[in-house]
C-alpha cells in the first residue's frame, strides 16, 4: 500500500506541476507592471508574487556585492539624477554594503569619491562614527581605519552569536554591537523572528529591526496573537522580496540562485507552504485565513460526500435490481429533476421545510454553533454542531447524489446479468447475497472515478451554500473576496482546490485497489 501511494504520488506530480504552471500564468496576467520592490507596499501583490524578478531563469542575481557595486557604478553615471538614486540607495542600505564599498574608496575618482563619502556621511552616524567622521580631516583615510579596525566585525557567524544573546535576554551590548552592523545584520534577525521564540523576544527583535530600517515596526503585548501572526506576516513578505540585497551569496549560492530568484520559484515556495500573501480586502494572512476556513469547508464537503455516497450507492442498486420498475422510473426521474435544481434553490427549499420557523422545524439556519456553547463539554458541543451542519450538508449533497445514483445504477446493470452472479446464485446464494458479495464492488468503480471530480464541485457549491446559512468557511470568503476583488484569497482558492483535486484522484485510485486488486496501481490488470 505504501509503495501504490508514493508511485501514485509521483505520478501526479506532472499533474501538479502542470496546475502550477497555469495558475502561475493566469497570476502573472493580473498582476500590474513590473515595478521596483522597494517602493512597493509591504501587501501589494505584486511585492508578495515577486513580480520584479524574471519569470523562469535569472541570469543577473543580486546579492549585496553585485547591488553594491551597481550603486558605484551609478555614481559615476553623468545623469545627476541616477548619482542622487545612487546615493539614496547607499544611504538606506547603510552596514550591508559597507564590507564591499569600503574596499574600493581609495581607488575611485574624485568626483565618484566625493558622492559615496556623501552617501556614507548618514550611515557614520547610525552605526556610532558620525562624531569621528565629523571631526576627521581626511575622510578617506578615516574610512580606511574603520575598515581595518572593524571589518572582521562583518562576519554572519558572530551576528548569529549577537542576535541569539539578545533572543535570550535583555542584552544592551548585544542590542549596540548590532546597532554599529546596522543592516548587515537584517538576515540574522530576520531569520531569528521567524524562529518559535517568545513573545518578549520577538518584541525586542522587532523594534531593533525597526529602528536599523528607520520603519515602526513595534509588536504591542496587547496585540492578539492573530494580530501579532499578521504584523510578523507582512514583514516577512517584505524582506522575503528585498533580502537579496542585504545577503552576501557564496559563488554554489549565486549557482543556485539562477533558479531560485525567479518568479515561478518563489510561486512554488508560496504554493507549497500555502503563503499567498495579505487579502487586499482586509490586510489578513491569508494562510491564517485558511487555517480558521479551511477547516470548516473540508468538514462541510467531507459531510456532504459521504452522505451522497452513502445515499447514492443504496439507491442506484435497488433501482438496477428493480429496473423497468415503478421505484426504478420515479428515482431516474427524481434525479434528473435534483441533479437540474440549483443550490441556492434547494437551500431555499429546504429553509422553508425544516428551519426553526419552517413547516417542520428540525435545525437551526445560522452559523456552525450556537452562542454560549462553548461552555459545554465536548459531546455537546459535537452534538450542536452537528446540528447546525445539517441542513448545509443535506443542501450540498443533493446534487452529487443524484449523479451518483445514477452511475450506481449503470455500473449494476453491468454486472448483474454476468456469469459470475449466475454462478454465484447457483451455488446458493439469494440474490442479495449474490449482490452484496460479488457484484457491489464490480459496480462501485464507476462511483469511486468520480470521486476526485465531486471535490472541485463540493468547495465551489459551498460559496453558494455557506453564505445562505452564515457559515464562516472558503465560500463565505470567497464570496466577499469576489465582490472585493481580493486577488490572493481567489488565488489560493483556486489552488487548494487543484490539491484537493489531485488528492481526490490519488485516493480514488487506492480504492481501486480495494474494490478491483486486478486494476492496483502498479499491478498488472487483467490477470
Not at 138 to 162: E, M, N
Not at 225 to 246: P, T
Not at 340 to 365: C, E, K, N, Q
Not at 450 to 456: F, M, R, T
Request: glycine share 6%.
Amino acid at each position: 500500500m505504501i509503495r501504490a501511494v508514493s508511485r501514485r504520488m509521483f505520478g501526479t506530480l506532472p499533474t501538479l506541476v502542470g496546475i502550477s504552471l497555469a495558475t502561475f500564468v493566469i497570476l502573472n496576467l493580473s498582476l500590474p507592471p513590473s515595478s521596483d520592490p522597494r517602493n512597493l507596499s509591504v501587501a501589494d501583490p505584486a511585492l508578495i508574487y515577486s513580480a520584479h524578478l524574471p519569470l523562469f531563469l535569472n541570469l543577473y542575481v543580486e546579492d549585496a556585492r553585485t547591488a553594491s557595486a551597481a550603486a558605484l557604478s551609478r555614481l559615476s553615471s553623468d545623469s545627476d539624477a541616477e548619482a542622487q538614486l545612487a546615493i539614496g540607495d547607499i544611504r538606506d542600505m547603510g552596514g550591508a554594503w559597507l564590507p564591499h564599498l569600503l574596499p574600493a574608496l581609495a581607488t575611485l575618482e574624485e568626483p565618484t569619491k566625493h558622492r559615496l563619502l556623501q552617501a556614507l556621511e548618514p550611515v557614520a552616524s547610525r552605526i556610532a562614527q558620525g562624531i569621528g567622521l565629523a571631526s576627521a580631516a581626511d575622510k578617506v583615510a578615516f574610512w580606511t581605519r574603520y575598515q581595518a579596525t572593524y571589518g572582521s566585525d562583518y562576519q554572519q557567524v558572530r551576528v548569529a552569536r549577537l542576535v541569539q544573546r539578545l533572543v535570550r535576554r535583555v542584552d544592551s551590548l548585544a542590542t549596540e554591537e548590532l546597532r554599529r552592523l546596522d543592516t548587515y545584520a537584517l538576515p540574522q534577525l530576520f531569520e531569528a523572528l521567524s524562529e518559535d521564540i517568545d513573545g518578549e523576544a520577538q518584541d525586542r527583535l522587532a523594534a531593533l529591526i525597526g529602528t536599523l530600517l528607520g520603519k515602526d515596526m513595534r509588536l504591542s503585548p496587547r496585540q492578539s496573537a492573530a494580530q501579532r501572526l499578521d504584523e510578523l506576516s507582512r514583514w516577512d513578505h517584505w524582506w522575503q522580496v528585498r533580502r537579496e540585497r542585504y545577503r552576501t551569496l557564496s559563488t554554489v549560492e549565486r549557482g543556485f540562485s539562477t533558479l531560485t530568484q525567479t518568479r515561478y520559484f518563489c510561486w512554488l515556495t508560496h504554493l507549497a507552504t500555502l503563503d499567498f500573501g495579505m487579502s487586499e480586502r482586509d490586510g489578513i494572512s491569508i494562510r491564517s485565513k485558511l487555517a480558521s476556513r479551511l477547516p470548516v469547508t473540508l468538514a462541510l464537503s467531507g459531510l456532504a460526500l459521504l452522505l451522497a455516497y452513502g445515499l447514492a450507492v443504496p439507491l442506484g442498486i435497488v433501482a438496477a435490481v428493480r429496473r423497468g420498475s415503478a421505484f426504478d422510473r420515479l428515482s431516474l426521474a427524481g434525479s434528473l429533476v435534483l441533479y437540474a435544481i440549483p443550490a441556492f434553490w434547494t437551500a431555499i427549499l429546504l429553509l422553508y421545510l425544516f428551519s426553526d420557523s419552517g413547516l417542520l422545524p428540525m435545525a437551526p439556519t445560522y452559523g456552525t454553533s450556537t452562542p454560549g456553547s462553548e461552555a459545554l463539554g465536548s459531546a455537546a458541543r459535537l452534538k450542536d454542531f452537528a446540528h447546525h451542519l445539517f441542513l448545509p450538508v443535506l443542501c450540498l449533497a443533493v446534487v452529487p447524489m443524484a449523479a451518483l445514483a445514477r452511475y450506481q445504477r449503470a455500473g449494476m446493470l453491468q454486472v448483474i446479468d454476468r456469469d459470475f452472479m449466475r454462478t454465484a446464485r447457483a451455488k446458493g446464494l439469494s440474490p442479495t447475497q449474490a449482490i452484496l458479495r460479488h457484484g457491489l464492488r464490480n459496480s462501485l468503480i464507476p462511483v469511486v472515478t468520480l470521486l476526485g471530480v465531486e471535490i472541485p464541485y463540493l468547495v465551489s457549491g459551498s460559496v453558494v451554500v455557506e453564505r445562505i446559512f452564515g457559515i464562516a468557511g472558503m465560500g463565505l470568503e470567497t464570496f466577499e473576496a469576489v465582490r472585493a476583488f481580493d486577488r490572493p484569497w481567489l488565488i489560493a482558492v483556486v489552488s487548494v482546490t487543484a490539491l484537493l483535486t489531485l488528492l481526490g484522484d490519488v485516493i480514488a485510485d487506492l480504492l481501486y485497489a480495494q474494490v478491483d486488486p486486478r486494476i492496483a496501481p502498479g499491478g498488472r490488470s487483467g490477470q
